[in-house]
Nanobody
Framework: QVQLVESGGGLVQAGGSLRLSCAASGRTFSRQAMGWFRQAPGEEREFVAAISWSGGSTIYADSVKGRFTISRDNAKNTAYLQMNSLKPEDTAVYYC?????????????????WGQGTQVTVSS
């Protein structure tokens, strides 16, 4: 069983930056692809970014491309989401997810483990 714990959310002004972290338990982190998703009130869960097991391949939603960067440190069992140039429409609960596969996916149902989420609020 893998447990994921997100941190780093908060309140930031538009144009600001935040760095989310996702700490994973267990010894399988380096063999799992990781993803970040978000959900705003009244909206469906939305794909944000994902990274392969090695970090060698990443994918992004069009809405965050060029502003967000996903990365991972397998030695620390941690994935990150660096968010720059934040906009009010980025406001949501952000979830990290782990997939029992080496390869990433933008589909939330492909992920096997989920964190509890961290709130990101961007004020205008």
């Amino acid at each position: 069983q893998v447990q994921l714990v997100e941190s780093g959310g908060g309140l930031v002004q538009a144009g600001g930056s935040l760095r989310l972290s996702c700490a994973a338990s267990g010894r399988t982190f380096s063999r799992q692809a990781m993803g970040w998703f978000r959900q705003a009130p009244g909206e469906e869960r939305e794909f944000v970014a994902a990274i392969s097991w090695s970090g060698g391949s990443t994918i992004y939603a069009d809405s965050v491309k060029g502003r967000f960067t996903i990365s991972r440190d397998n030695a620390k069992n941690t994935a990150y989401l660096q968010m720059n140039s934040l906009k009010p429409e980025d406001t949501a609960v952000y979830y990290c997810a782990a997939r029992r596969s080496l390869f990433h996916s933008s589909t939330w149902s492909d992920y096997d483990y989920w964190g509890q989420g961290t709130q990101v609020t961007v004020s205008s």
